[in-house]
């Protein structure tokens, strides 16, 4: 019986599986780490590059859709252009005894809806709740009031501050009263200088998306490959956000990667677009074996100012749902703006109509890094076999990092040599681990745990009749074939 243990329990054991074999290690790790960054170990590299290639063969496969790789500085008006220098940022506070800082929305997302009840009782929350939403408040559910209470916030200079008087709002962390100070803004984005001299006039940022990259090079693009619009424009690259909350592992770190496309198509066709992209990217995460069951997609109840329509694909962490990829119609925003700062035309000619034109981009934007937890969490199972626990990743074959191990049964009889053989020819078309150190069940459970979807043994029978066995990891079921048809045999399966 497949066992998946509890919320907080699963994760403590994943990232300890990561560390001890080599998914993932704590950044600096010797210096006692860096807050928001990990490193990928052997394994980790290998299944993030497995992640990647898949979501690069998908878009620059199907037609239309030309890839880039843009450098992560960037001129600094692009992200005056995009609003980030005024927009990019969140409200935070802090506790003036223990030092905690939190980002305001996360204070009232993680409140039981007993406490956010509470709170809009004691201010005059009730009646802009019927207002808004023309409702009777019992009916609000939790995430709403969270939202409505938010941007009450946002507006008045003196809400929050009046919450914590009244003792309405304390430190999650120590628990004490009156200790959070009134939210200020904070800049996520990481400044550095380009040059030797150190000042505000070579600031320069570390990109917090790569999506600026693409359009900054939407015309570089279109006429050195001769696209014509609607076509799409893709990337994979690292970006940097100076998060404040980066618990969880993976999944809110301040070095992470991104794999952005953005479609740019004509006003009108743009919906469409939106929900072709909408459903080809659900599809994709399902292709890499992440069930509907731990998946859904949630529009955004608050529209970004320039955006037209807007929707996570969430997966189900062990702490709850969690975006792992943003759709969003930016309509003709970024281009327009870009003209405006750069003073250079984003249009394109209208063959048909003879007009100029504005493209609207349809934008697809995915973490790889947090993709990759969401897959290693989705996989991660324990069950009882043979009265003994196994631990096993049911990672799809095409994201293993190793794809088959190759076991002699016993380190004598010239088992090794046929086996080391094998490895090697075998290596050439997929990665392949050789492992001759202890009992072969104990040789198969450490490929389970790293989600090794086939096994071949090489035994005595080998010896006589040039056969092998091939052990499937999900079902443990073993099969016999010729040694000669293993590497085909294997192919056809990963497929
Ligand atoms: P969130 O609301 O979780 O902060 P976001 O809406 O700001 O995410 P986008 O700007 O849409 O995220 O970025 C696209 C994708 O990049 C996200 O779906 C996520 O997978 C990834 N991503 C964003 N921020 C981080 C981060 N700090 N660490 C890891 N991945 C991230």
């Not at 450098?71 to 220098?85: D, K, N, Y």
């Not at 069950?383 to 380190?411: D, H, T, Y």
Request: hydrophobic share 35%; charged share 25%; aromatic share 10%.
């Amino acid at each position: 019986m497949a066992q998946v243990p509890s919320s907080q329990a699963l994760l403590e054991k994943i990232v300890s599986l990561s560390k001890r074999r080599g998914f993932i290690f704590q950044s600096s790790e010797i210096y006692g780490g860096l807050n928001g960054c990990w490193d990928f170990g052997p394994l980790g590299v290998e299944m993030l590059r497995n992640i990647k290639d898949a979501w690069w063969r998908a878009m620059t496969g199907r037609g239309g859709i030309e890839g880039i790789d843009a450098s992560i500085l960037m001129h600094p008006r692009v992200w005056e252009a995009s609003g980030h220098v005024q927009n990019f940022s969140d409200p935070m506070v802090d506790c003036r005894e223990c030092k905690m800082r939190y980002r305001v929305d996360h204070l009232f997302g993680e409140m039981s809806e007993k406490k956010l009840r509470a709170i809009s009782k004691a201010t005059t929350l009730e009646g802009a709740l019927a207002k808004t939403l023309n409702m009777q408040s019992q009916e609000v559910t939790k995430e709403q009031l969270a939202e409505i209470l938010l941007s009450m916030i946002e507006k008045s200079d003196t809400l929050f501050s009046e919450l914590v008087e009244k003792e309405l709002i304390g430190c999650p962390n120590c628990g004490r009263v009156k200790t959070l100070t009134p939210p200020r803004n904070f800049n996520l984005m990481f400044e550095t200088h380009i040059g030797p001299v150190k000042d505000d006039s070579n600031a320069v940022y570390l990109r917090p998306e790569t999506a600026q990259g693409i359009f900054v090079n939407f015309l570089n693009v279109m006429q050195s490959s001769r696209q014509k619009v609607p076509f799409g424009i893709c990337q994979i690259g690292k970006s940097f956000r100076n998060e404040i909350n980066t618990k969880n592992f993976l999944f809110r770190t301040r070095e992470f990667e991104q794999m952005e496309m953005q479609f740019f198509c004509k006003a009108g066709t743009d919906e469409q677009f939106f929900e072709e992209w909408r459903e080809t990217r659900w599809n994709w995460w399902q292709s890499l074996g992440m069930p509907e069951s731990k998946m859904r997609f949630k529009p955004h109840e608050k529209l970004a100012h320039y955006a037209k329509a807007a929707g996570d694909i969430e997966f189900l962490f062990p702490f709850g749902f969690g975006e792992i990829e943003g759709i969003h119609n930016r309509t003709d925003f970024d281009l327009t703006r870009h003209t405006e700062f750069s003073g250079k035309s984003l249009q394109v000619h209208d063959e048909q109509t003879k007009e100029k034109y504005t493209p609207y981009v349809v934008e697809t934007a995915a973490g790889a890094t947090r993709g990759f937890m969401a897959l290693l969490c989705n996989a991660y199972e324990e069950e009882q076999v043979e009265g003994e626990q196994r631990v096993v990743m049911r990672l799809s074959p095409s994201i293993a990092p190793i794809k088959v191990a190759v076991l002699p049964l016993v380190n004598k009889d010239g088992m090794p040599e046929i086996a080391q053989s094998l490895e090697k020819d075998l290596r050439r078309s997929m990665k392949s681990f050789y492992d001759d150190s202890g009992a072969v069940g104990r040789r198969y459970r450490r490929m389970d745990e790293i989600g090794t979807p086939f096994a071949v043994t090489i035994d005595s029978d080998t010896l006589v009749d040039q056969t092998v066995t091939i052990r499937e990891r999900d079902s443990m079921k073993q099969i016999r074939i010729a040694i000669a048809g293993v590497r085909q045999y294997l192919m056809d399966k990963m497929d």
